[in-house]
C-alpha cells in the first residue's frame, strides 16, 4: 500500500519513520510549499491514500482533493472543519464539549458588539490559518476594538470569552474505521510567547474526573465526525472542568513524546488507523517523560551526551528565530528524576520558562 502524506515537513517524516518496520506500506511526503496542481494530482495517483501533517491546506488545493475525497484520512469533513475556528467550535459544541463562548465578528461593528455579548477580556482570532498563536489580538478594554480589528481584521474573525485556566493540557487520540479509538495519557503543555515549550507526562495533580472528561470528549468528538486517523484535542484545566481550546486534526506537538514514552506512538498509530490495520497500546511506558522542543536561532548545542533516557530528534532545518528546530525527549523512573534530568538540560528554553515542572 502506498500512502501520500501532505507536507514534508518534521511531522511528516515522523509519520514516515513511525512504519519503517512496515514492509508492505510505502510512505511518500509530498512538498506542498512546492505545489503545482499537476504535481498533486500526480501525487495523489500513485498513492492509494492521502493523508495530511497539517490543516492549513489552502482552499485551491483542498478543491483538487474533493475530486478524491474517498482516498483521504482523516476525511475533507474533519479537514474543513478543523480548519476553521468557527467550525471547529461549531463542532465541537455539537458534540457536548465544553468552550468558550464565542461569536462570529466580520466588521468593526461586529467587534464592539462582541465585547458586550462576551464581555471582556475577550480573545478575537482569526477564524483560519492562525497558529502559534499568531492572528490574535486580546481585547481588554472597549476602546481596544479599533486596534483590534485595524491588527487582524478585514476578513473573518471568531471573538472568544476570555477563559481563566490554572495550565493547558491535551488529549490526544486514534480512530480507526471500525470505530476503534485507543487514547493516550494527557500532558501539561507550556507554552512561551505562543510557542509550545514543552510537555509533560503525568498531568500531575489533574483528577480522575477531568481525565475521564478528557477521554469522553476526544472519543465524542471522533464518533461524531467519523473520524480516522490521529486527533488532538487542547484542553483548559480550569476549576469548573476542562474547557477545549481547539482542535488538531493530525498528530501534534504535545505528542511527540509518545516516541520513546509509549509502547505505540501517535504516528504510529495514525498510519495503523489509516491503512486499516490494529491500533498499538498507548500506554506510557515510564512512569515519568518529557518533551522539550528545540526553538529558534539561539538554542545553545544540545548537551545531552550522557544523560541517561534523554533522545535527541533534530529536524535538519535551518535555524530561524522562533522555528521548531528539533525536539528532545526525557524518559525517567520518577518525576523528580526527570526534572532533574530536565534541569541540566535548561539551556534549552528562555530563562524562566521551565520552573521545576508542575506548579
Ligand atoms: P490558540 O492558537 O487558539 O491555541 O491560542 C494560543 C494561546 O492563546 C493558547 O494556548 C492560550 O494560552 C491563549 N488563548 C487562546 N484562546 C484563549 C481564550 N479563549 N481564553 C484565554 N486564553 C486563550
Redesign the pocket.
Same mark, same amino acid.
Given at each position: 500500500m502506498k500512502i501520500g502524506i501532505l507536507g514534508n515537513g518534521q511531522l511528516g517524516q515522523m509519520l514516515q519513520d513511525s512504519i519503517t518496520d512496515l514492509a508492505d506500506i510505502d510512505v511518500n511526503l509530498y512538498d506542498l510549499r512546492a505545489h503545482s496542481d499537476d504535481a498533486l494530482r500526480a501525487f495523489i495517483a500513485v498513492n492509494d491514500l492521502i493523508s495530511y501533517e497539517t490543516e492549513n491546506i489552502p482552499a485551491h488545493i483542498v478543491a483538487i482533493l474533493e475530486d478524491h475525497a474517498d482516498k483521504l484520512a482523516p476525511g475533507l469533513n474533519a479537514l474543513k472543519t478543523f480548519q476553521n475556528?468557527l467550525l471547529e467550535k461549531n463542532a465541537l459544541r455539537a458534540a457536548g464539549i465544553a468552550t468558550?463562548d464565542f461569536c462570529a465578528v466580520n466588521s468593526l461593528e461586529d467587534v464592539k458588539s462582541a465585547v458586550e455579548q462576551l464581555g471582556l477580556p475577550i480573545?478575537l482570532?482569526t477564524t483560519t490559518e492562525?497558529?502559534?498563536?499568531k492572528g490574535?489580538f486580546v481585547l481588554r478594554a472597549p476602546e481596544d476594538a479599533e486596534p483590534a480589528w485595524d491588527a487582524i481584521g478585514g476578513r473573518e474573525l471568531i471573538a *472568544?470569552? &476570555?477563559?481563566t485556566?490554572s495550565r493547558?493540557t491535551s488529549v490526544i487520540a486514534s480512530r480507526d474505521a471500525e470505530g476503534n479509538v485507543v487514547i493516550w495519557p494527557m500532558t501539561e503543555n507550556v507554552?512561551h510567547e505562543?510557542i509550545l515549550r514543552y510537555s509533560l507526562f503525568p498531568c500531575e495533580g489533574l483528577s480522575d474526573a477531568k481525565a475521564e472528561q478528557a477521554r469522553t470528549y476526544i472519543t465524542d468528538l471522533a464518533n461524531s465526525l467519523d473520524y480516522v486517523g490521529t486527533i488532538t484535542l *487542547?484542553l &483548559?484545566d480550569t476549576e469548573s472542568g476542562l474547557v477545549a481550546?481547539?482542535v488538531a486534526p493530525r498528530v501534534h506537538n504535545s505528542g511527540h513524546w509518545s516516541i520513546e514514552g509509549a509502547d505505540a506512538s501517535q504516528f504510529r498509530n495514525h498510519m495503523l488507523a489509516i491503512s486499516g490495520k490494529a491500533l498499538g497500546n498507548t500506554e506510557a511506558k515510564y512512569p515519568a517523560v518529557a518533551m522539550l522542543n528545540v526553538i529558534g536561532d539561539e538554542t545553545p548545542t544540545i548537551a545531552a551526551d550522557g544523560l541517561a533516557g534523554v533522545y535527541v530528534h533534530s529536524y535538519g532545518k535551518e535555524a530561524r528565530p522562533a522555528r521548531k528546530l528539533g525536539h528532545v525527549t526525557v524518559t525517567s523512573a520518577s518525576v523528580e528524576e526527570r526534572n532533574s534530568t530536565i534541569d541540566k538540560l535548561v539551556g534549552l528554553m528562555p530563562e524562566g520558562v521551565w520552573a521545576g515542572g508542575s506548579k
Open positions: 475556528r468558550a480573545v482570532k492562525g497558529y502559534d498563536g490574535q *472568544e470569552a &476570555f477563559v485556566f493547558e507554552h505562543g *487542547e &483548559f481550546n481547539e
